[in-house]
């Protein structure tokens, strides 16, 4: 079964860092790009970015640009989703997504990361 | 910024009626176009890619049209797992969602 499988919920102080994961199997998973994409409470869905786990190449929205560092790590089938010090309007789920080869449609989804960023 | 308008906001429908929903392109964007169901607390589920190919899986009663800059998901007969919140997608942007609702 082709599945992304992410790390438990967090809670985090503002100014702490923190990475949060997303490890592909059932299928290559250097053969597909991986994306981010976070949802506040109550909101919708927005594109962070996206990587190649065969290259660690990344795109990143730029909305997000500076704010997380997107990387992966192909021999564990893992992709990672970091900040450097967050802020409390980090706070929101953050799914990765498996992107098809046709472009930047998403097939494969994580169940999501719970991120709370308070003092 | 290409920006993706959804209409309406909330479609208040009966199991068995058919469901028309909007997505509209500030400008041309082809056919690249894909649509996403999310329920409350679960993954979006992608549904169409390329405005009108559905995803593997996915009942034929979702179907996708349009091309340029008008771009429709219909569901030809709900059923009571389809109320949920939809979304369309152009490369990185998403519209705003629609809120499929009983009524």
């Known amino acids: 079964e082709v599945q992304l499988v992410q790390s438990g919920a967090e809670v985090k102080k503002p100014g702490e860092s923190l990475r949060i994961s997303c490890k592909g199997s059932g299928y290559s998973f250097t053969s597909y790009w991986i994306s981010w994409v976070r949802q506040m409470p109550g909101k919708g869905l927005e594109w962070m970015g996206r990587?190649?786990?065969?290259?660690?190449?990344?795109n990143y929205s730029p909305s997000f640009q500076g704010h997380v560092t997107i990387s992966a790590d192909k021999s564990i089938s893992t992709a990672y989703l970091q900040w450097s010090s967050l802020k409390a309007s980090d706070t929101a789920m953050y799914y990765c997504?498996?992107?098809?080869?046709?472009?930047?449609?998403?097939?494969?989804w994580g169940k999501g990361t719970t991120v709370t960023v308070s003092s | 910024e290409i920006v993706l308008t959804q209409s309406p906001a909330t479609l208040s429908l009966s199991p068995g009626e058919r469901a028309t929903l909007s997505c509209r392109a500030s400008?041309?964007?082809?056919?690249?176009l894909a649509w996403y169901q999310q329920k409350p607390g679960q993954a979006p589920r992608l549904l169409i890619y390329?405005?009108?190919n559905r995803a593997t899986g996915i009942p034929a009663r979702f179907s996708g049209s349009g091309s340029g800059t008008d771009f429709t998901l219909t569901i030809s007969s709900l059923e009571p797992e389809d109320f949920a919140v939809y979304y369309c997608q152009l490369l990185i942007t998403f519209g705003q969602g629609t809120r499929l609702e009983i009524k």
């Open positions: 997504a498996r992107i098809l080869p046709e472009g930047y449609y998403m097939d494969v």
């Open positions: 390329d405005a009108s």
């Open positions: 990587i190649d786990p065969s290259d660690s190449y990344t």
């Open positions: 400008q041309s964007v082809s056919s690249y």
